[in-house]
Structure formats: structure tokens, C-alpha cells
């Protein structure tokens, strides 16, 4: 509202100008109006300050989900997802300096098959990466796949707010830019991480957790997620892939299993059920708890085969000095995931992973890259932000080169043969037809547009008329 006050402020002299301008001449009897022009004419936009303007759906705060840290809590919210766990305060979205696109030198391609032979479907799982959340993310989805000698990103992923209600279910605003670039290939995968309350990340007590799970289990909460399918299925992405309240097992997330684990899975059935209801949906939901066992077994908080797609799993190489083997070997770590998925028949994914606690660690990022391509996961999306990232991050060359070395290339697309534009005859601009012997006056758009076209003073406005 204050950039709104200075616009009218600081544009007020010319307008009131204007308006003696046009009484003046109005009153000499020589007014001439062209047609005015049948578009629409935009509302004029405020620009304030030096920089750029955060983005944000439906002028909410910046939905950031917070780091877990508390001495970072009394911090500003970094626009990043949190990892389960005590960590460092995280940069905001925008990285410092922005990422390159092609460079100089690429390091070659592990030099395996990018599809299975005889076959049109890629060999290695889909991947991706989390970039950012608006715009500027499917922006910088084109620029890595740049940096990796364009490597098939196929798959997107951001998160919903989670500080109220009204942007959990999904403004269009922070939807649209997702959408479009699914629908540019059939065979992409949106990935939206879904909180299950708000407030999400402001450190609700877990009594009152325990009161708002219950509410969900009743139903208080059914509208929002009616109301976010609805907007999936308008924005014609119904096969979206629901990352519904992850981390459940750890103690970052409001939306946390913990203090009542019976009443977080009904509202979790409640949940998907009310999604499912709607017409077009065609909706896939993922279990994904944070790797090992947090603040509870993430098996005590898993809901039922009916109501869950995939079973995923968030798995940052931490604590300091736990070995890879150990974060395959240790309890509900990453050998228990596959474990559980196969015995329930699911497939897994992995929709964050990434660098943290034992900082460039490049035997992690192999060991890491080989595991999914063993185990095949429907998606992978690495966190690619300091401290986890690769690209966004100069701080881990080492890692950086081990999975722009592995990935470089990767499922490129075969170029294919298009049919030939037929060049269209460019459409010339329809001039405005100028009385003779007059002169046009530039007022503006908004003051012609309310007189219905433009003005023009004629050179003898100053003779009688007879």
C-alpha cells in the first residue's frame, strides 16, 4: 500500500496538468477524439526501490519453511525447505551470484546408455533438483540442465507455504509457473510438497499439536485440501505428485506424527481421501519421512497401503563423521526404506538429499548417486542450496564434480526432426488516423483511455467559430 500512496503522490502534478489541459481545450470546442485502442489497458504498476521485488502469492510473508536451528529461529525465515534436525541457518533463495549458465569446459559424460536398448524409456530414474519456489526455480531448472550439457530434468519440485491456511491451498499465483512447464512434456513429474497445518514451522507446543491432528481426523480441515485439488485440476496438472507432511517423524514441522501418531494417520487418510473425491485428480501421495529414526520411528506414523503412492525419504549426509554404509545399515535408514517399500509393494524416491554435516564429502555424493541408480527411485530432487547444494553452491567443489560428472548428459533428449514453420506475413501496426491541420496531445494512456481515444489540437483552435 505505501509503493501504491507514492505512485499517486508522485505522478499528482502532471495529472492535475493534464486536467486543466483538457478543460481548456474542451471548452475552445476543438477537441478531435481518435478510436481509442480495443485492448484493455493495463493498470499502471508501482516500482519502488533498488532491487528485486521478493515474490510471494497473495501478498503472504515469505512461505519459507525455517532451518531447524533455534538459535536461528528469532532469525528472518530463509525461502528454503528445512532438513529434520538441528542445523545451520540457510541463505535465502536467491543464491549469492548467480549461477552460470554453459561453461567453458564440461567434464565428459560417464559415457553410459542414456536409454535401455531398443527401448524409448530413459535407463536412469527420473531426477531433478529443488531450485527455488517460484518462477525463478523452473527459470534455473533450464539453467542446470545447461551446466550439466543438457541433461533431461524431468522432474520439478517446490513447496507450499505453510503460514496459513489460504496459501496451503495453492494460489494460482504460486501454482501457474509449475504448471506450464509440466505441461510441456507428458512425461514430467510435479513435485509439491504439502503441509498438513498451518502455522507449520512457528514451534507449536505439542499439546497443541495434538488438538489440531485430532481436528483434522474430524474433518475441521477438509475445505483447504479440497480446495488445493480443485486448483491442481483447473491448472491442468491432476497427476501432481503430493508430498503430504513430510518429516513426520522428526520435530521441525507442526504438521509433526509425534504427540498423537493414531490421529495423525486418520488425518492423513482424511486428507487424501478428500483429494481423491474430486473429479480429474489423478493424484499420487508420498510418505517420505527423514532418514533413520528422529523423534519417533517413522513406521509408527505410516498410515495404510491404500492411501499411500510411494514411500520416499529425505536423507542428507548426516551426522558428522556417519559414514554412507552407516546411513544404509543404521535403523530405519535407507536399506529399512527399500525394505519396507518392496514389502508393501511400493516404489520409492528420494524428493530431498543432499550435502550437510560432513560438508564437501564427495565419497557421500558417489555413494549417494549410485545407490538410486541401483535401486531405481520413481524421482530424486537434490536440495541444491549452501550448505547441500552443488550448483547453487560453491562451497563443495569436490561433490559438485562428482555429480556434474556423473549426471552430465544424462537422458538427453534425441533431437528430433520438426516440421517446417511456414513463415506468417508480419501485421503491420494500425496507425492513428490524424486529423489535418491539427496536432495530436500526448496525455497519457490513463486519461485517454477515459476520454475514449486520443486528442488533437487544431492550429486555428483560437479563431471564432461561425
Known sequence: MAAERRWTKNRRLPLITAGVLVSLVVASGSVTTEPADASPRPDPTPTTGTGPVPWWPDGAADPSPAAADPVAASDPPAPEPSVSGSQDPVPSATPSGTPSGTPTESPSPSGSPTQEPGTNAPKYPAFGAYLDYGPRGVTRMAQLSQWLGGADLRVGHTYLPGDRWSNIEGADSFLDSWAEWRKERDDRLFVLNVPMLERN?????????????????????????????????????????????????????????????????????????????????????????????????????????????????????????????????????????????????????????????????????????????????????????????????????????????????????????????????????????????????????????????????????WKPRS
Not at 354 to 361: V, W, Y
Not at 397 to 416: C, F, I, M, N, W
Open 201 to 461: 514451522e512457528e514451534g507449536v507446543p505439542d499439546a497443541e499439536v495434538r488438538k489440531l491432528l485430532q481436528q483434522g481426523a474430524q474433518g475441521d480441515f477438509d475445505r483447504h485440501y479440497r480446495a488445493l485439488a480443485e486448483n491442481l485440476v483447473d491448472l491442468d496438472v491432476p497427476d501432481t505428485v503430493v508430498v503430504l507432511g513430510w518429516e513426520m517423524n522428526g520435530t521441525t514441522y507442526t504438521h509433526r506424527c509425534g504427540p498423537d501418531p493414531e490421529s495423525w494417520k486418520k488425518y492423513w487418510k482424511r486428507i487424501v481421501t478428500v483429494m481423491r473425491s474430486v473429479p480429474g485428480q489423478k493424484f499420487r501421495f508420498d510418505f517420505t519421512p527423514s532418514r533413520g529414526r528422529d523423534a519417533v520411528p517413522w513406521t509408527d506414523c505410516y498410515p495404510g497401503d491404500d492411501v499411500v503412492d510411494i514411500v520416499g525419504m529425505d536423507s542428507y549426509d548426516q551426522p558428522e563423521n556417519k559414514s554412507f554404509d552407516e546411513q544404509v545399515s543404521e535403523p530405519f535408514g535407507l536399506q529399512a526404506q527399500v525394505d519396507f517399500a518392496a514389502e508393501h509393494k511400493k516404489p520409492i524416491s528420494y524428493p530431498e538429499w543432499g550435502l550437510f554435516r560432513n560438508g564437501d564429502n564427495a565419497e557421500y555424493m558417489k555413494r549417494m548417486l549410485d545407490w538410486m541408480d541401483e535401486h531405481k527411485p520413481l524421482y530424486n530432487t537434490l536440495t541444491d542450496y549452501c550448505p547441500h547444494g552443488v550448483w547453487q553452491c560453491d562451497k563443495n567443489p569436490k561433490a559438485s564434480e562428482v555429480y556434474r560428472t556423473a549426471l552430465t548428459g544424462r537422458d538427453k533428449p534425441t533431437d528430433q526432426p520438426t516440421e517446417p514453420t511456414v513463415p506468417t506475413e508480419p501485421t503491420s501496426p494500425t496507425e492513428p488516423t490524424t486529423p489535418p491541420e491539427c496536432a495530436p496531445v500526448n496525455l497519457g494512456d490513463w486519461i485517454e483511455h477515459w476520454l475514449g481515444g486520443k486528442l488533437c489540437l487544431r492550429f486555428d483552435w
